[in-house]
Nanobody, 124 residues
Framework: QVQVVESGGGLVQAGGSLSLSCAAS????????MGWFREAPGKEREFVAA????????YYADSVKGRFTISRDNAKNTVYLQMNNLQPADTAVYYC?????????????????WGQGTQVTVSS
C-alpha cells in the first residue's frame, strides 16, 4: 500500500498563493489516481481536485476552478496543488488521497489511502 504525506500549508493573506505537496512512499505514485480534499471547522470534508493515474486528466470543484491547479510528477512520486487568489473561505485542513482505480474520483469513498492533512489559513 501507499503512504502519503502533505506539506506546504500555512498562513496567507487573501489574494495570495500557496503550493501544497503530497509525497508518496511505499508504492509508486503512478499506480494511483490522486485527489485533494479539504475540511473546514464544523463542515464535512469536501472534494477539491483530482488527477487521473497516468493520462493526467483533471477535475475541480466549482468553488476552486480557475484558481487551483492539481498536477503530478510520477518521477518524483509527488502530487501538487497550486492555489492562487486564496480567499478566507478556502481556510481548511487539506488532505491528499490516493485511489487504486485509474479514473477520477470526486467522493471521499472513492479513495483508499489518506494523509494526515496540512492546515491552510487565509486571513482577510
Amino acid at each position: 500500500q501507499v503512504q502519503v504525506v502533505e506539506s506546504g500549508g500555512g498562513l496567507v493573506q487573501a489574494g495570495g498563493s500557496l503550493s501544497l505537496s503530497c509525497a508518496a512512499s511505499g508504492r509508486t505514485l503512478s499506480s494511483y489516481a490522486m485527489g485533494w480534499f479539504r475540511e473546514a471547522p464544523g463542515k464535512e470534508r469536501e472534494f477539491v481536485a483530482a488527477v487521473s493515474r497516468s493520462v493526467g486528466n483533471t477535475y475541480y470543484a466549482d468553488s476552486v476552478k480557475g484558481r487551483f491547479t492539481i498536477s503530478r510528477d510520477n518521477a518524483k512520486n509527488t502530487v501538487y496543488l497550486q492555489m492562487n487568489n486564496l480567499q478566507p473561505a478556502d481556510t481548511a485542513v487539506y488532505y491528499c488521497a490516493a485511489r487504486r482505480d485509474r479514473g477520477l474520483g470526486m467522493s471521499l469513498y472513492d479513495y483508499d489511502y489518506w494523509g494526515q492533512g496540512t492546515q491552510v489559513t487565509v486571513s482577510s
